[in-house]
């Protein structure tokens, strides 16, 4: 059995929720000898062997396979064993009705091509190969769906989970994205169907992408109700979660590092690359609600700021490098530790970042002849639509030789080393203003100016999380109030200057002191209760929001209408 899955960069050894495994041959029973973390070996068939596993199934992400009385759902790599030696032979999956009463109006949901199959989707699917087998997801459930067509090509939404939403302004949005994106790396598409799989829950929110379909998880109130007036905050996210993985359709799943080509899926495959197709990957999915007409600039400049103040947050920015973060992502970005927020950087939001300023540096040091646009769709061209993998170098190679600049020093900087790309110079010859302030609160995003403080707001400098008996300190940042008093992740704090704090009203005692003002922090440390001094910081300016700039001159104007398609 495989130990990870495409997409999601960790070891999760799937073989592990194995519950039993049996063998026969004929009305035989055959002895199963364990070899391995995932591998079983079965000696003395006579004829067709028979190999039956029993998976527990609770995991609920795009990631894993789950089920219970409302809903089945599974990926390839957490239920299908391979025989041995196999991987290029074609295969036969038979999905099975459950026979409970309580499940007669279940359907499937699936790319999976389908050999013969009732009006419910159950019977035989095909599958060219192994690796085809895994990368498609399926859903069994009473879903909800809408059938939407773009660029000629057929596509659908699927929904399970309890949600009240308008699915046909869902489907004309995510047609307008899907169209957008299939102009933008030319027709024909590389599918000829391609299935949105979601899944409507309190709290989530993920994506995985695959080479026809999409398995997303989000939250339902993200969903738009009926007669919903434009794209609000909450839809806006669920739409660039979709964008996102739908781009991956061209950009990871056909053009992909080299690295995975095949996939080893019972080890680690590192690559230098993850910025590549992940960081641009989250570039694109706003761009692509802005050039598809879903929203407009300034709600498109208002998720940038989002985007940028997620790293302008991390101070890890400045010890890791993309390379690196890329290259560490199995043991680092999927497995979050406390200090991670001073040590390292996502290769998802830095590397959008780093995109942003590759195509604004492009732009304008050729004059608007070529951008990152038509390096990514020369990739797609040379490496994806033919199937040839990407080499380590060969994103930067290309990029040089498309925009006949010498980049070598942008990659050096921003890529291999851990300088910030001056984004605020290249944006204003864009007639766009980026500027920095001081976070509102702990829920502040960025991507507004936000309302004037009364003084100078002060923070403790730590991320926080509620618990009944006070503030858990998750992380705490380097050169902060907390780091300088001695506070460790995992301290609760409990009083500042002997007054109980909580979530609500920590910005309130906070406020009533000022900048440099020593107060005694009360905490328990495990079970000891501790009291500390602590001097109180002003909140530092790493709030980031984009501005258009009506007094630009014309050419930045123009520059601005060219990227943003105004």
């Not at 929720?17 to 035989?28: F, I, L, N």
């Not at 957490?78 to 359907?107: K, N």
């Not at 400045?318 to 992502?329: I, P, V, W, Y």
């Not at 766009?432 to 976070?439: D, F, G, H, I």
Request: with cysteine; net charge negative; glycine share 10%.
């Amino acid at each position: 059995m495989p130990a990870w899955i495409p997409g999601s960069y960790l070891l999760r050894d799937f073989a592990r929720h194995v519950v039993a495994v049996q063998a026969k041959s004929g009305d035989e029973p055959l002895d199963i000898v364990k070899t391995g973390a995932a591998e079983w070996c079965v000696s003395g068939a006579q004829r067709a062997l028979t190999f039956t596993m029993t998976v527990y199934a609770l995991d609920q992400s795009v990631r894993g396979s789950y089920l219970d009385r409302q809903r089945g759902y599974f990926n390839g790599p957490c239920v299908f064993a391979l025989p041995a030696g196999r991987e290029s032979e074609p295969i036969e999956v038979i999905l099975e009705p459950p026979p409970q009463a309580s499940c007669a109006d279940w359907r499937v949901a699936t790319a999976l091509a389908p050999a013969e199959v009732d009006e419910r989707g159950f019977g035989t699917y095909r599958a060219a190969d192994y690796d085809e087998l895994l990368d498609h997801p399926v859903e069994i459930s009473d879903f909800e769906s809408v059938d939407f067509e773009a660029a000629g090509v057929p596509h659908r939404l699927v929904i399970a989970g309890r949600f009240e939403s308008d699915l046909e302004r869902i489907a004309t949005d995510l047609a307008q994205i899907c169209a957008a994106q299939i102009e933008f790396f030319g027709e024909p598409a590389p599918f000829d169907r391609y299935l949105f799989l979601g899944l409507a829950v309190g709290e989530g929110y993920g994506g995985l992408e695959h080479r026809a379909s999409t398995s997303l998880i989000f939250g339902r109130d993200d969903l738009p109700k009926a007669g919903e007036a434009g794209p609000s905050r909450e839809y806006q996210r669920f739409l660039a979660l979709a964008s996102h993985e739908y781009f991956h359709a061209w950009h990871v799943k056909r053009t992909k590092p080299a690295a995975f080509m095949p996939y080893r899926l019972d080890r680690r495959n590192h690559t230098r690359q993850l910025w590549i197709f992940e960081g641009i990957t989250s570039y694109y999915q706003d761009l692509m609600l802005r050039k598809s007409g879903v929203i407009g600039v300034n709600a498109y400049l208002q998720r940038l700021g989002e985007i940028l103040t997620r790293v302008y947050r991390m101070p890890g920015r400045f010890k890791q490098s993309l390379e690196a973060s890329s290259f560490d992502a199995w043991d680092v970005l999927y497995r979050p530790e406390p200090q991670h927020p001073n040590t390292t950087i996502s290769y998802y939001t830095k590397g959008a970042l780093v995109a942003l300023a590759l195509d604004l540096k492009l732009r304008l040091d050729t004059a608007g002849r070529t951008s990152l646009d038509e390096v990514v769709r020369e990739l797609w061209r040379r490496y994806g639509a033919r199937g040839v993998g990407v080499p380590e170098d060969g994103f930067e190679r290309l990029a040089a030789e498309v925009s006949g600049l010498d980049l070598e020093a942008f990659f050096a900087s921003a890529v291999r080393g851990t300088d910030d790309p001056p984004l605020k110079e290249l944006l204003a010859e864009f007639g766009v203003a980026l500027e920095m302030r001081a976070a509102s609160g702990a829920d502040d995003r960025g991507g507004t100016a936000a309302r004037a403080a009364n003084g100078e707001l002060l923070t403790l400098g730590a991320a926080l999380r509620d618990r009944e008996h006070g503030l858990e300190l998750t992380s705490v940042l380097d050169g902060g109030a907390a780091e300088r008093a001695g506070l460790n992740p995992g301290d609760v704090l409990v009083a500042i200057d002997r007054l109980r704090v909580t979530g609500r009203n920590l910005a309130r005692r906070l406020a009533r002191f000022e900048s440099g003002e020593r107060v005694t922090a009360t905490l328990f440390r495990g079970d000891e209760l501790l009291e500390v001094g602590l001097v109180l910081k002003g909140a530092p300016l790493d709030t980031c929001y984009l501005a258009v700039r009506d007094q630009a001159d014309p050419n930045a104007a123009d520059r601005r209408q060219a990227w943003l398609g105004e």
